[in-house]
């Protein structure tokens, strides 16, 4: 497999992203203005704590208190002891009101949460993880020889500060005990350096930032299953050449400089993160996967599209489900989809078929450096997983919320718009002794309540005894509408008329008129200009003089 690295470098942000086989499979994003906080190691203060949730709020200094769970509070000298015994104390026993602690944080703040920390600080090297605060020592499950576990387990033992713990990387399979204690070296000199600073400074106090994002590649990705690393910046690259001439010298073969325009788009990356943020995604063979993220879960949905197989309905849907499991795992790293996944494969009878989809979809997850759990099939038919949440998802990072329909993805119907709409105008008439009422609403909206030939219109003006003048406008969002009273008639022509008699204006043609086909109909912001003889015209930009204008629309002549 080509396993490629491309590094882009630009004023406001730097982008990562690792190629398999040329195909994207991961994206890292960090933007000058919004530096990630994972790894980050804090001095704060507990402000509140929380005995009926077992947890505590802790001031470290940003814009909202850290959440410190008891498990990540209290001693132990096995990270794993309590999750293995299931034994717990009480938060109040470990934490005071008012106590300063070392945090650090694990979980970056999401929405409305803050981040969650924990004060088992870890300190990663390129071959170790120094543990500070626990005796212990893990290797990485990605190594999978019992005798290669054993010798490193048997080097890691040898080199670890007494009272301190170790996890041996995945990187450090091979690698001999001069490698660790060079790690050892740096990372014990920085937590002593760590417990300098949180001597000397009052709380709440930034103790330590963790490397920016190309560094943090070079020592957590990059490493010899990598074929090539490319940068395209002159500066990152010599940078990156001289952090490798102390972490791993026989890596700077594999980097180039790569100073084009616009490296990612001649990648096909750029295409491929904007199908990222899409809901659905096509696979080769025509199905579709639909890919819902929730705040409590993602649901991912598999449809047979237009694949309609050459056999059976039983391989048709089991080839579908096998080329859906593969992407599926793909998309979970490329969107950085973490939490509680569901994944709705249509339904397979024989359970052969479940179990080779089953397979697949493991093995294709093995390739992903996150934590996630396969935890099998309910009775539904569905396969449930979790996917540890570090980081935001690509989602969260590039885009935001509609401001209009708050991450609905809808918005309401003209028709519902317009129903409420005439509800506000009665209200209005009824409150109101002006005799006349100004409409301000979206062009669709507002042809609604103006009717065919102004029919409505009419009819509304009956129903409330008052004048009533409707315009459009395209500056109004579809949900957005202005209605007020207004006793001056010449301010509300000048507001709802935007053409004069005579005046000569260019429109475009957008359709027949409905009961002459030889006039077209042209709008300007949402006001009706009925072309005399522009029926044949219809998609081109005319120039027209304005012969006659009415309440809700002018009529107008070819120039």
Not at 88 to 97: A, F, P, T
Not at 339 to 345: N, P, S, W
Request: hydrophobic share 40%; charged share 30%; proline share 3%.
């Amino acid at each position: 497999m080509l396993k490629e690295i491309i590094i882009n470098v630009q004023e406001e942000e730097t982008r990562v992203a690792v190629l398999e086989d040329r195909v994207l499979m991961e994206v890292y994003i960090e933007r000058s203005h919004n530096q990630r906080l994972v790894g980050n190691i804090f001095k704060g203060k507990v402000e509140n704590v929380l005995p009926g949730m077992q947890a505590a709020f802790v001031d470290i200094g940003l814009e909202k208190n850290a959440f410190l769970y008891v498990e990540d509070a209290q001693p132990t000298r096995n990270p794993e002891v309590n999750h293995q015994t299931g034994y717990h104390v009480n938060i109040g026993d470990v934490l005071k009101q008012g106590q300063e602690i070392i945090v650090q944080i694990v979980k970056e703040p999401i929405g409305t949460k803050g981040p969650r920390v924990t004060t088992h600080i870890t300190l990663p090297g390129r071959y170790l993880v120094l543990m500070p605060t626990v005796d212990y020592v893990g290797i990485s499950r990605r190594i999978e020889s019992e005798k290669e576990r054993e010798r490193l387990k048997e080097l890691a033992s040898r080199v670890k500060p007494d009272g301190m713990g170790v996890i041996v990387r995945t990187v450090a399979e091979g690698v001999e005990e001069e490698e660790f204690r060079q790690d050892i070296v740096l990372l014990s000199k920085l937590w002593r350096k760590i417990q300098s600073r949180a001597t000397n400074c009052a709380a709440p106090n930034s103790l330590h930032r963790d490397v920016e994002l190309v560094q943090r590649m070079l020592r957590d990705i990059f490493s010899e299953d990598v074929d090539r690393l490319t940068v395209d910046s002159r500066s990152e690259y010599e940078k990156t050449l001289e952090i490798l001439d102390m972490i791993d010298p026989k890596l700077k073969l594999k980097v180039c400089l790569d100073e084009r325009e616009n490296i990612f788009e001649d990648y096909g990356i750029t295409v491929e993160l904007e199908k990222a943020l899409k809901k659905k995604v096509w696979l080769k063979c025509g199905a579709y996967l639909v890919i819902d993220q929730a705040e409590a879960l993602t649901a991912i949905d598999v449809n047979t599209g237009k694949f309609v197989g050459s056999t059976t309905l039983e391989d048709t849907v089991l080839k579908t489900n096998l080329d859906a499991a593969v992407e599926i795992a793909r998309q979970l790293r490329l969107r950085n989809i973490g939490g509680i996944i569901i994944v709705d494969f249509i339904d397979m009878i024989a359970e052969d078929h479940r179990n080779q989809v089953l397979a697949v979809l493991e093995e294709q997850i093995k390739k992903d450096k996150t934590k996630t759990n396969i935890l099998g099939i309910t009775q539904l038919g569905l396969v449930e997983m979790t996917r540890k949440k570090v980081r935001p998802s690509l989602a969260e990072v590039v885009q935001k919320l509609c401001p209009y329909c708050e991450g609905r993805g809808k918005v309401l119907s003209e028709e519902t718009v317009s129903i409420k709409l005439k509800a506000q105008i009665y209200q209005l008439a009824r409150q109101t002794i002006a005799d006349t009422i100004l409409v301000e609403a979206n062009p669709v909206v507002a042809a609604r309540l103006i009717g065919a030939g102004g029919a409505t219109l009419r009819e509304l003006e009956q129903k409330i005894g008052k004048n009533l003048y409707i315009r459009g406008s395209a500056t109004h969002h579809l949900e957005q509408v202005t209605v007020k009273a207004i006793s001056d008639q010449d301010e509300i022509f000048s507001r709802t008329v935007p053409v004069k008699n005579g005046e000569i204006i260019e429109v475009k043609v957008e359709e027949l008129h409905i009961s002459n086909p030889a006039d077209g109909i042209a709008r300007l912001d949402g006001f009706i200009i009925d072309v005399e003889g522009g029926g044949a015209m219809v998609g081109e930009l005319v120039s027209v003089e304005v012969v006659k204008v009415y309440r809700t629309y002018a009529k107008a002549i070819l120039v």
